[in-house]
């Protein structure tokens, strides 16, 4: 069966960086396009960032030039490097993929940025 798990979220400064991990299982990863996504507290979750099976990526526009996500097919693993952190960017961050038309969840990593 599909299984996302992410790890490493946690409290950091305003200006630190975090880098997100998910790893993937149950998937023909190398196939798949796969999404970073958000919630923060009291908002709904949001789109962050995608990377294609080809390796293009796309971000939103509250986090361009500040967050890279990549992937590393060989490991079953997408990163989402976080720099210059601000208060805002504090949520829950989810990794996800599409199979079959179904949508596909890990169980999300807390990230804290304090001022």
């Known amino acids: 069966q599909v299984q996302l798990v992410e790890s490493g979220g946690g409290l950091v400064q305003a200006g630190g960086s975090l880098r997100l991990v998910c790893a993937a299982s149950g998937i023909i990863f190398r196939s798949k396009s796969m999404g970073w996504y958000r919630q923060g507290p009291g908002k709904q979750r949001e789109w962050v960032a995608v990377i294609t099976s080809g390796g293009s990526t796309n971000y939103a526009d509250s986090v361009k030039g500040r967050f890279t996500i990549s992937r590393d097919n060989a490991k079953n693993t997408v990163y989402l490097q976080m720099n210059s952190l601000k208060p805002e960017d504090t949520a829950v961050y989810y990794c996800?993929?599409?199979?079959?038309?179904?949508?596909?969840w890990g169980q999300g990593t807390q990230v804290t940025v304090s001022s």
């Open positions: 996800a993929t599409t199979v079959n038309g179904a949508n596909y």
